[in-house]
């Protein structure tokens, strides 16, 4: 540690602040991270998560957890289709079978992680007590000469010389920096799933491919993902308000009402898509999608700086938000590590995020746009092989 490191926290223990964390820790510069979760296990972390070798991977590499990594990950599914309403294949992309054995995971270019078990990973890379559970930063107050006293929900109050703002879609370090605010797409993802679909659903397991495949019509979607053991996501894609449900008088959690509300909406549908939303095992979970403007761009301040989706909320689409999101906190901490003067630091890492949020915020909201547009699956058909992650 240089005399000129400073005094730094994390707010949010995401993939992007935990990976930050990890690489600042490798190098010797201490930090906190806070999380309002109140422990690891607090929160269901569902579903799994698709890294790329030039964001997710590369982080976990500068994160020296390759060898972690290959041991829980697995080779994505690459299969990609695209359907219409009918069921008719309209696009159909399956790479060469892999050799045997199977390539590592990630030498395909793309492997697969469960959420918790990312976050399990990257905890225990962390030296104890880095996190500090059950912290919900409620505002920071600036103190004029680059340092913030940050203040937690609990009341208690502490002063850093910088602050990392990863703490997500709603972040309360943002407001700091830009009038921003996340702003609703127009687009809602109901999600539900499978479990062990290849034996208990093998229709659907046909339907979907051995990676991810979606069925698009006029500004509807049915999208679908093999995950890990068996499973199967699937995202019942619209346009209308967020509050559908509530329009139509269900509520999420019942299951049956939501199933018809689903089905009438995706009425004329080929009856192999709507077993999709008929024979999923469990519930509904309503997702609203939200985006924060593109290009999101701020003064830079010192003192203070984003990561992940605090900076560049994003729809789902097309870009690996968390791999985005770790992929910062790497290059953030590099900078760190690498400066001798840390704001000179945080510069650099601000201007070299931007244009890469900025392209990959841009071909999401188009991959959205394309996939729910009135005359879908036309512009999906331009570029197939981008899809929802
Ligand atoms: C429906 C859906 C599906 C998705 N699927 C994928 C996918 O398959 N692959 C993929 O790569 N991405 C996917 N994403 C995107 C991905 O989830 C995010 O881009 C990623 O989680 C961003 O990571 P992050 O570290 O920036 O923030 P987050 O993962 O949101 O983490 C922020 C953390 O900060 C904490 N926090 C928030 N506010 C405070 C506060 N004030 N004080 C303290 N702590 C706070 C939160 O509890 C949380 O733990 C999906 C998103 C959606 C909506």
Redo the contacts with the bound molecule.
């Keep these: 540690m240089t005399p000129a490191t400073p005094r730094i926290a994390i707010?949010?223990?995401?993939?992007?602040?935990?990976t930050c964390a990890r690489v600042l820790q490798r190098n010797d510069v201490p930090v906190t991270v806070?999380?309002?979760?109140a422990s690891a296990g607090a929160?269901p972390q569902r579903?799994?998560?698709?890294?790329h070798l030039t964001t997710?991977q590369a982080a976990l590499r500068a994160a020296g957890l390759q060898k972690e990594f290959a041991a829980v990950a697995r080779p994505a599914g690459q299969e990609v289709r695209l359907l219409d309403h009918t069921a008719t294949v309209l696009f159909q992309h399956a790479p060469t079978p892999a050799p045997t054995p199977a390539p590592a995971p990630g030498a395909a270019g793309r492997a697969e992680i469960d959420?918790g078990e990312l976050r399990r990973l990257l905890l225990d890379s962390l030296t104890p007590e880095t996190v500090r559970w059950g912290?919900?930063?409620?505002t920071l107050h600036p103190l004029g000469d680059g340092r913030h006293r940050a203040e937690?929900?609990d009341g208690h109050t502490e002063t850093y010389e910088l602050v990392i703002g990863?703490?997500?879609?709603?972040?309360?370090?943002r407001p700091m920096l830009s009038d921003a605010t996340p702003h609703y797409t127009g687009v809602t993802?109901v999600?539900s799933g499978f479990e062990d679909a290849d034996t208990r659903h093998p229709e659907v397991a046909r339907l979907v491919g051995a990676g991810s495949m979606r069925a698009e019509s006029a500004g509807k979607a049915l999208i679908a993902?093999r995950c890990s053991r068996g499973r199967i996501r699937l995202?019942a894609a619209f346009r209308g308000s967020q509050d559908w449900a509530l329009e139509a008088g269900v509520r999420i959690t019942d299951t049956e009402a939501v199933r018809a509300v689903l089905l009438d909406r995706f009425a004329g549908w080929d009856e192999r898509l709507l077993a999709l939303l008929r024979d999923n095992d469990g519930g509904f979970a309503n997702?609203p999608?939200f985006a924060l403007p593109v290009p999101h761009t701020w003064t830079h301040t010192p003192g203070l700086t984003l990561?992940?989706?605090?900076?560049h909320?994003?729809?789902?689409f097309a870009r690996?938000?968390?791999?985005?999101?770790?992929l910062?906190?790497a290059e953030l901490a590099r900078n760190l590590t690498g400066h001798r003067d840390p704001d000179e630091a945080v510069s650099a890492y601000e201007a070299a995020l931007r244009p890469r949020a900025a392209e990959a915020a841009e071909h999401a909201a188009r991959g959205l746009a394309e996939a729910l547009a009135p005359d879908a699956p036309r512009g999906s058909l331009r570029h197939p092989r981008d899809r929802?992650?």
């Design positions: 707010i949010g223990a995401g993939p992007g602040g935990l806070f999380e309002h979760d929160r579903g799994a998560l698709e890294l997710g959420r912290s919900y930063l409620r937690f929900d990863a703490d997500g879609s709603w972040s309360r370090v993802f999600e993902r995202y997702r999608l990561l992940g989706d605090a900076a909320l994003m729809p789902p690996p938000g968390a791999g985005l999101a770790m910062d906190g929802p992650r």
